[in-house]
């Protein structure tokens, strides 16, 4: 029995050994809904308002509701801080992203409060608003001016930057005011002098706790109709996991690197008699720094445990949205990515993979696959 017969049987003796189970615990019936085609699709933890009965919600922090005067578009409101459009849910991951129906987000943010909803900032960062002279705008023009904030004689700048605020601070510019934003993830671009702040708001709910029954592709909700008992139910458990088939394709190819490494030793012993026996002239000495330049040039190691485990994780959503555009497919086992999928971050690089594949490659390769720079070559300068 050659190789390629011998892994198709052991496929199939796996699948055997690991059926696919579903649970089927029911939860009340609930329809999905939407407000236009391209909206965001409306289910548990959120309802819409007088097309899905209460019960297909979580409470009244998750109603939504289809803005006829906004294009139909879907529409929360979060109490203090009044109605805001909503871009996109993602209920693996647990997080909405909103934004202004009117195009001045600066504004809101200046009057945002989510104390009174079940929301929080995914990631939050400070922002510092100055309100400057608009005949001294060419003092300030490297920086992004928030046009909708800004009028014919002052000119609005928000930004992150101490070293900006310093120097606003400095110049004749009226501080307005010092708030938190829930930005995107992730945010490990560098740091920015100013911005518009006209990228969507990224909020996250802590409960209901839906997050692992979405990734088991189940279905979350409410038990019953008199119950507020959450239950997750038509969970479909996959035949052979990822971190299965990545053993059984690491384990297959264990015997040919072990044929590999034998014809190495052979050849490498082969050489190495045969210079023995012609006496070769030595070569000049090497120095010490020559030596550990040459060994450090041939030796690949691999990141420790905390190192990986540092590197951002995320569970991709339905729209499959990443920071980078291109990233379509996990480099190291060539598959797509799809949603529900974990997915891990190089930081530094912003290069995705799957979370199991990477995590296995950083362990023993301490170099993105992709780029092939290691975390030491391309971390910016201090």
Not at 120 to 148: A, D, H, K, W
């Amino acid at each position: 029995m050659d190789l390629t017969k011998l892994i198709s049987f052991s496929l199939l003796f796996l699948s055997l050994l690991i059926p696919t189970t579903t649970t089927t615990t029911s939860t009340v019936t609930c329809t999905n809904a939407v407000c236009r085609r391209d909206g965001p699709i409306i289910r548990f933890p959120f309802r819409l308002k007088h097309q899905q009965s209460h019960s297909c919600g979580y409470d009244k922090g998750f109603d939504l509701t289809c803005d006829i005067n906004a294009g139909n578009r879907t529409t929360i409101t979060l109490p203090f801080s009044g109605n805001f459009t909503v871009e996109e849910i993602d209920y693996a991951a647990q997080e909405i992203w909103i934004n202004d129906p009117n195009n001045c987000l600066p504004q809101r943010i200046l009057q945002l409060n989510l104390n009174s909803t079940p929301f929080s900032g995914v990631y939050m960062r400070q922002f510092t608003f100055f309100n400057c002279p608009t005949s001294e705008y060419l003092r300030f023009r490297p920086l992004n001016p928030i046009t909708c904030l800004s009028g014919k004689n002052s000119t609005v700048f928000a930004t992150p930057s101490p070293r900006v605020i310093n120097y606003l601070s400095s110049q004749s510019c009226r501080l307005m005011k010092t708030v938190y934003v829930p930005v995107r993830w992730p945010f490990y671009e560098q740091i920015v002098s100013s911005s518009d702040l006209s990228d969507n708001l990224w909020l996250t709910w802590r409960v209901p706790r839906c997050s692992r029954c979405e990734i088991k592709g189940g279905k979350c909700g409410i038990k019953s109709n008199s119950s507020r008992e959450i239950i997750c139910s038509h969970v479909h458990k996959p035949a052979i996991p990822r971190r299965a088939r990545y053993a059984i394709a690491v384990g297959a190819g264990i015997p040919g690197a072990l044929i590999v490494f034998g014809l190495f030793c052979f050849v490498y012993s082969k050489i190495s008699s045969c210079i023995k026996r012609r006496r070769l002239v030595p070569t000049p000495e090497i120095n010490n720094a020559q030596a550990h330049y040459l060994h450090s040039s041939v030796i690949v190691m691999g990141l420790d445990g905390p190192t990986i485990e540092s590197y951002p994780k995320i569970v991709l959503g339905e729209s499959k949205r990443l920071p980078k555009v291109d990233d379509a497919t996990c480099a190291i086992c060539l598959s797509e990515y799809e949603p529900k999928e974990t997915l891990r971050t190089i930081p530094q690089c912003q290069h995705c993979f799957h979370a199991d594949c990477i995590d296995e490659w950083l362990k023993l390769n301490g170099t993105c696959p992709v780029c092939r720079n290691s975390p030491e070559q391309i971390l910016p300068p201090a």
